[in-house]
């Protein structure tokens, strides 16, 4: 059923969002940052940037990150009209674009929004392929001069629904985890060539993330570097996005730091930036 009303739209807009606070709430969260500063809460988070996930797992950021001075970008298909007001209730910025509907439109605004804030893409949506990351996260990161953050979650045996990206519901008191990236710089102006091989890139870091939380969440083990997690609102990113933060890392060290083969030529194994 297609809901276009307004008061539809509005109407299960308000159910959705109570029980997705409901619902998640009830989860056992813990993440592996590689880099906590790149968490928007952090106190010592500085600088905007872009985070990517699969859109399977959209109800994990959208739960626990509200309130972060997090800009997402959706659909402007009818079906993302109730998300699009769930996620502004719980605290997000909206951009309504994709490749299909409205792109230019969306980077440009996109771009807008990054001067002060961070932006968050899921780069297999919104019609998939399921878990193939789409070029736009890497080509608005080289045109801003903003680093990619790679976000891999998973949930103990979630309920999968038969969509094109099988969307993951976790079940109530399950474990939900998280394994994020390092912040990772893209040179500026890349070429085709060089915007496909950061593609690649991150699309392996991406999946790679993404099956070690599926993985930890499955198994209950304890990791090293874990920390529980909460939903909470960031008290500095209002303003620390829009000053100057780290660089981010060279995709190639962060593919040799999860040990994944480097990509051999161009400008992803070339370019490091500065410490």
Not at 115 to 134: K, M
Not at 209 to 230: F, K
Request: glycine share 8%; net charge positive.
């Amino acid at each position: 059923m297609k809901l276009k009303s307004p008061f539809a739209i509005n109407a299960w807009s308000l159910v959705t969002t109570a029980a997705v606070r409901q619902w998640m709430g009830t989860l056992d969260y813990k993440v592996d940052f590689a880099d906590p500063d790149v968490d928007p809460v952090s106190p010592a988070y500085r600088g905007a940037k872009i985070y990517v996930f699969w859109h399977e797992n959209i109800l994990m950021p959208l739960y626990l990150r509200g309130h972060s001075n997090i800009s997402m970008l959706l659909s402007r298909h009818w079906d993302a009209n109730i998300l699009d007001r769930v996620a502004r209730t719980m605290g997000f910025g909206v951009v309504r674009g994709s490749t299909f509907h409205g792109g230019s439109a969306a980077l440009r605004e996109l771009a807008e929004r990054a001067r002060q804030g961070n932006l968050t893409i899921t780069p297999d949506g919104p019609r998939g392929p399921r878990r193939r990351l789409a070029a736009g996260c890497v080509f608005l990161a080289s045109t801003l001069g903003i680093p990619i953050v790679a976000m891999g979650m998973g949930y103990d045996r979630p309920r999968r629904f038969r969509t094109w990206d099988r969307f993951a519901l976790p079940r109530p008191w399950s474990r939900a985890r998280g394994v994020i990236s390092r912040a990772i710089a893209v040179p500026p102006d890349l070429d085709r060539d060089g915007i496909e091989q950061y593609r690649a890139g991150v699309e392996r870091v991406l999946c790679h993330l993404s099956d070690e939380a599926e993985a930890w969440a499955t198994a209950g083990t304890r990791r090293p570097s874990q920390r529980p997690v909460r939903k909470e609102p960031s008290r500095v990113a209002s303003w620390a996005a829009g000053v100057p933060g780290p660089p981010g890392v060279a995709l190639v060290d962060e593919l040799a730091r999860l040990g994944l083969a480097a990509m051999a030529t161009g400008p992803a194994a070339e370019e490091r930036p500065a410490a």
